[in-house]
């Protein structure tokens, strides 16, 4: 196709698809005696339908875009709009075909200049969150504040602070309303905790606690993980050993923080207390990966489930999934299993939130290690939201094999994590596989490229932080098919959506797969690692001659050890240790009583 003929094509499509979004937009206008609709089971708003009567549709008032200018409002049926499978759909090939065009019309050097100066945004954006500046202009209002009383609030530079915002503002996060005077916009309210700056300045730690995790996330991402990122290629171009490793212990995080130990290990540690507490929140905060509601939800017929089935949440934090699982079907009970400390937060968490479900025993927290046997053996379904991406291959294999040994018949696995699709078409024909997520000679990319550009943003996430990654259909059901569970369905809502739920039963599990010492060796010596070295806070200088080969003398050590350890594994294993069936396993761990009656 020629270019000015794509070009146009784009141009159209962009057209089509806004015009999309208007008609919904006026079938749903919400009469004035029901501004906000109601809630519905998914915790998404309910608008009046186009079939409303008579003196309702008399009552319509027009319902517009949700603005740039203003701040985020939650309540706005404007905003629960945008949930619609419509227009979620809609707005996909508004952001792909804008995308795209940008990168076909500017001049090449600087789109490269975007790609290659882009870090200095997280930086603000680390700025903005820890300094609290946006719970100040919010109570500023739209009229803003010159920046030498935000500075003075905030207890920083104005000078500094101005060219902060003023970057920000040109990418439409917070605007100036005149020169020095910043506001907030819908972008930037977004991360507003909601709570006074007065109270975050006098006890920071707690900013997070009761909000929707929104601002935690921006804090995780731009703290532990964009530095993490920065050292990617010292990692994995740079150094002969860490660049062919698998261990979750050798990557970039690894070398951007100066530890051995595994990142959630090293959020254990002491002094990450803030980081570990703002991490569960993040967590929370994630939610907004579901395109359109949340797939959690769509993804799995829960009610179908008998009266007290036990769902059990793998990994699952200080349980926000299953709260919000338990809160729209009653009927099913939740064992909601994560580390120690982790566990202590949930049920902190759940007491506040949602005490009566954890009095009744319906809910129950158990400190559990998804690597060793499964003390769980009457569930209904394994639930795994966003945790397999966590880990290397060979890690997964292990945590969905002790899921499989632990398995009865009618159990069910559910994975629910981005499905990471190719930028080209997929002709693989496996269960599930879609060719393309793009309309018809429509020019985008097959993955609809920039519109889905945040799954590709995870991936090298975990690739920088546990040396895993985001993975394609294919991959996960290998992955799956390795461990004993046959993947049946793969379910994607909206339309165009890479995130989604892989529904798997149990099979047979290959005779391979029991041969698991090179991971049993990895797991000891990736247990036995060091304390945590220096942080970012007194260790900012990029990896050097010498930290490159502390880590080369490090993974030489650990090749060592590993050939200590092979025979004495190997006898392990051959002996019926923790490779066999998990019916060997007699202890429970804490508070795990009634999750198994």
């Known amino acids: 196709m020629a270019t000015f003929s794509n070009l146009r094509a784009l141009h159209a499509l962009i057209g089509d698809a806004l015009d999309d979004v208007e008609r919904i937009f006026v079938s749903c206008q919400p009469s004035v005696h029901s501004p906000t609709g109601s809630e519905s089971s998914d915790g998404t708003q309910s608008l009046l339908s186009p079939s409303a009567s008579e003196d309702e549709e008399l009552n319509r008032i027009p319902l517009d875009f949700p603005s740039l200018d203003g701040p985020y409002d939650p309540h706005s049926p404007a905003e629960a709009l945008l949930s619609h499978p419509a227009v979620v759909h809609a707005t996909k090939l508004i952001v792909s075909a804008t995308g795209q065009l940008a990168a076909m019309v500017q001049r090449p050097f600087l789109t490269i200049c975007d790609a290659t100066m882009g870090y200095h945004l997280p930086s603000c954006m680390r700025f903005l969150e820890a300094s609290h500046v946006v719970e100040i202009m919010r109570e500023t209002g739209p009229a803003g504040l010159h920046i030498r009383e935000l500075a003075a609030r905030a207890d920083c530079d104005p000078n500094k602070l101005g060219h902060i915002l003023r970057l920000l503002a040109t990418h439409h996060i917070g605007t100036e309303v005149s020169p020095n005077v910043f506001a907030n916009n819908r972008l930037s309210s977004f991360i507003d905790s909601g709570k006074d700056f007065n109270v975050i300045k006098s006890n920071p730690a707690d900013k997070y606690e009761g909000t929707n995790g929104i601002a935690a996330y921006v804090g995780m991402c731009t703290d532990e993980l964009f530095k993490s990122s920065a050292y990617l290629t010292d990692a994995y171009l740079l150094n002969d050993i860490s660049k062919h490793s698998t261990l979750t212990s050798a990557a970039p995080f690894n070398l951007a923080f100066g530890t051995k130990g595994q990142f959630f290990n090293w959020l254990d540690e002491e002094g990450n207390e803030m980081r570990l507490k703002r991490f569960g929140h993040a967590m929370t905060g994630t939610a907004g990966y579901e395109d359109g509601g949340s797939i959690t939800f769509q993804g799995f017929d829960w009610g179908a489930l008998g009266k007290g089935s036990l769902i059990v949440d793998v990994g699952g934090g200080i349980g926000s999934t299953s709260m919000t699982l338990a809160k729209a079907f009653p009927h099913l009970r939740f064992c909601i299993q994560d580390r120690p400390k982790t566990v202590e937060l949930g049920i902190l968490a759940w007491k ?7 009095d009744s025993g319906e809910v129950v927290f158990q400190a559990h290690d998804f690597f060793t046997p499964q003390p769980i053996r009457n569930a209904a379904v394994f639930l795994l939201r966003v945790i397999t991406h966590d880990w290397p291959d060979e890690f997964v294999t292990r945590i969905l094999l002790q899921l499989r040994n632990a398995a009865t018949p009618q159990t069910k696995l559910i994975l629910v994590d981005y499905v990471l699709p190719f930028a080209c078409e997929d002709r693989t024909g496996d269960i599930g596989a879609v060719r393309t997520m793009a309309p018809p000679s429509s020019g985008l990319l097959p993955n609809l490229g920039k519109a889905n550009a945040n799954a590709f943003w995870l991936d090298m996430t975990m690739h920088v932080t546990f040396n895993s990654k985001e993975r394609t259909l294919r991959e996960m059901t290998d992955i799956a098919l390795s461990a004993g569970w046959q993947v049946v369905e793969v379910i994607r809502k909206p339309e165009g959506s890479p995130f989604g739920s892989i529904i798997a039963v149990p ?41 490159t080969m502390e880590m080369n003398q490090s993974d030489s050590a650990v090749r060592r050890m590993t050939k200590r350890l092979r025979k004495t594994i190997s006898r392990t294993f051959s002996r019926g240790g923790q490779g066999g069936e998990v019916g060997e396993e007699k202890r429970k761990p804490p508070m795990a009583k009634s999750a198994s009656d």
């Open 352 to 358: 506040e939130r949602c005490p009566e479900r954890l």
């Open 507 to 547: 099979t047979s599990v290959p005779p391979s797969t029991a041969l698991l010492s090179s991971l049993a060796e990895q797991e000891i010596i990736e247990r036995a690692g060091s304390p945590v070295g220096d942080t970012f806070y007194s260790r900012t200088q990029l990896p050097s001659r010498g930290t």
